[in-house]
């Protein structure tokens, strides 16, 4: 098999990239010095996080002036994400640190007054400007395909600005803001976006770099419809997964988390098993899935370290999912069967190393928070989410939030944020709070939603996963309520969940709320609705959704 080089210089989850290149019929040789960049010939830059942190590094290891050199002899490069921002000069996100400055330009920040920041999710990458419509495709990017984006910082674009130098430009749009998505000149190529997570349409991007392969004819003209641009609506599957009474790893769903099965008497029977982890999330990421969530929910329970059966889950769906994978459940300081302290960090980096893109933290986030205000709004430093954001970037920590309502007759009642609610309580109460729980559910705090995010948030968190114990399997529809509260309070985006029952629910919510994701699970579990089903009817009710492609 031909080679492709891979520089290794930052944490990250390098191990989808491998996935992704293997996937095309190439191997991987790690470049683990500057000493080794001379003998690349296909050199690939990934990065993800923070600008400073990547190009810190490049430069402290002395990257900067061989890549420059691989560049001045023609061979090709390929940078991602970080990697494309670091063909600039620099950018707003450290500014003392410097890019390779191929580029004479520098990255800023979306603006947050309209639209969640960080920029996560599938948009395009289009080379067409209005009137030139183009037949040609650079390395394989097609203007009907959509593509990954997980970034706070952007190329913002002026139309001629760097084709007047010379480099071919495939562009998205956020909100009011047209920014890069792609870039090339030469023998250099890179993408804002990540190839390795973008599905089938990622994959023919990378395979064209790496067969050199940069104009192609594109298979033909797309509709007006297929290359509207702008972020799609994230439509995500969640598989709740833990060990059966058999000893099996199972993918399960509760009814108001309670995953055992009912026989109309009791509630104590066998937990419920809805499939196996890997086959299911394969198949929904074939339905077109634009992420898959896996929860270990039995993790506060067992040493997550020894939990390897979860890591072997992510190492192989990672072989064949190529869209991002978040892992949740057991992530936080604990110590190992043998007494070992192991750190949120340590447990985090095995998932990572494992095929994860995000981690997503419960209880874990409940305490820290609790801990944050009792300081006195303070970081401290060496919370799960501060270290893991860190170490990996904003956009890797997902917060999974476990809220109950509580009904009152009125805000003074609470000390908690109240919302007044349109389905009062069972005594009529009209108003209620959100109480954050722990544990699955099992213990109440007393400490609200808007509480938690807050502080999450100030805490370096990249996306909440919004549940709701309430409407957890009730096949009812979101707590539209609960979302537009939490919509209102932070700037981060927000991944609805809980209550979805039918393709209209999405409808609803995306509708009615500014979320910017939702998730779904007993009704593609119990095969009551296809992903791809709930994106036909969002298409057909005017959302925006990316297709999957074959
Ligand atoms: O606290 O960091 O160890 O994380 C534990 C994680 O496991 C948390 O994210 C918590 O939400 C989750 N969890 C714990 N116990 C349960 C349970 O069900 N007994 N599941 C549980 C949470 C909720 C959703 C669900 C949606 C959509 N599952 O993810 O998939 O509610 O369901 P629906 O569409 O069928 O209504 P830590």
């Known amino acids: 098999m031909p080679t492709a080089h891979l520089l290794d210089y930052v944490a990250g989850n390098v191990r989808s990239l491998v996935n992704a290149i293997e996937k095309v019929g190439y191997t991987v040789e790690w470049v683990k010095s500057p000493a080794d960049v001379p003998a690349a010939e296909k050199l690939i830059i990934p990065g993800v996080g923070h600008f400073g942190h990547c190009l810190g590094q490049l430069e ?16 090709p490069l390929m940078g991602i994400c970080v990697g494309l921002q670091a063909l600039f000069e620099g950018s707003e996100e450290d ?12 990255l800023r920040k979306f603006q947050d007054t309209h639209k969640s920041v960080p920029h996560i999710g599938w948009n395009s990458a289009n080379t067409s400007r209005a009137g030139q419509v183009t037949d040609e495709s650079l390395y394989g990017l097609r203007p009907d395909s959509k593509y990954y984006y997980v970034h706070s910082y952007a190329a913002l674009y002026t139309e001629g600005e760097l084709e007047k130098d010379g480099w071919a430009v495939a562009t998205a749009r956020y909100g009011d803001e047209e920014f890069v998505g792609a870039v090339a000149k030469d023998n250099v190529f890179a993408t804002q976006f990540h190839p390795e997570k973008s599905g089938a349409a990622g994959l023919r991007v990378l395979k064209a770099f790496l067969d050199g392969n940069k104009s192609q004819k594109l298979p033909g003209k797309p509709s007006a419809e297929a ?51 890997v086959e299911m999330a394969k198949k929904y990421y074939e339905q077109g899935a634009d992420e898959v969530t896996f929860l270990n929910i039995t993790s506060f329970r067992n040493s997550p370290v020894a939990d390897t059966p979860m890591l072997e889950i992510l190492r192989r769906t990672s072989e064949s999912v190529f869209v991002p994978l978040t892992i949740g459940g057991g992530i936080r300081d604990t110590v190992d069967t043998d007494g070992t302290n192991i750190s949120a960090l340590d447990i985090a980096t095995m998932y990572f190393k494992s095929g994860a893109d995000k981690v997503s933290i419960g209880s874990d986030a409940v305490t820290a928070a609790e801990e944050y205000y009792a300081r006195g709004s303070k970081l401290d430093g060496k919370t799960a989410i501060e270290t893991i954001s860190a170490a ?4 890797a920590v997902v917060v999974s939030v476990d809220p109950k309502r509580v009904y009152v007759s009125s805000p003074d009642a609470t000390s908690h944020h109240t919302i007044k609610t349109k389905t009062p309580g069972p005594a009529g109460e009209e108003y209620c709070w959100y109480q954050c729980t722990i544990k699955g559910g099992r213990e109440v705090r007393d400490f609200d939603v808007r509480q938690l ?32 509260d939490v919509k209102a309070a932070i700037k981060i985006p927000v991944i609805a969940s809980s209550g979805a029952g039918n393709p209209a629910h999405f409808e609803d919510v995306f509708a009615k709320t500014t979320t910017d994701a939702a998730l779904g699970a007993g009704m593609f579990h119990r095969g009551e609705y296809t992903v791809k089903q709930v994106k036909d009817h969002l298409q057909k009710t005017g959302q925006l959704v990316r297709q999957y492609e074959e």
Do not use: W
């Not at 995010?453 to 409407?471: F, P």
């Open 453 to 484: 995010v807050i502080a999450v948030e100030a805490m370096g968190t990249g996306e909440i996963l919004l549940n709701c114990i309430d409407k957890d399997g009730t096949n009812s529809g979101f707590d539209l309520e609960l979302i537009n």
């Open 95 to 106: 500014e003392k640190v410097k890019g390779l400055g191929l580029i004479p330009s520098r």
């Open 60 to 75: 402290r290891a002395g990257y900067l002036e061989p890549i420059r050199e691989h560049v001045k002899a023609g061979k």
């Open 392 to 395: 990996y970037g904003n956009q």
């Open 227 to 277: 290359v509207q641009e702008g972020l799609t609506r994230r439509v995500i599957a969640c598989l709740d997964v833990r060990t059966n009474d058999q000893g099996d790893l199972v993918v399960t769903k509760g009814d108001q988390y309670d995953v055992r099965e009912k026989d109309g008497v009791s509630t104590g029977g066998e937990v419920r098993n809805l499939g196996k982890p």
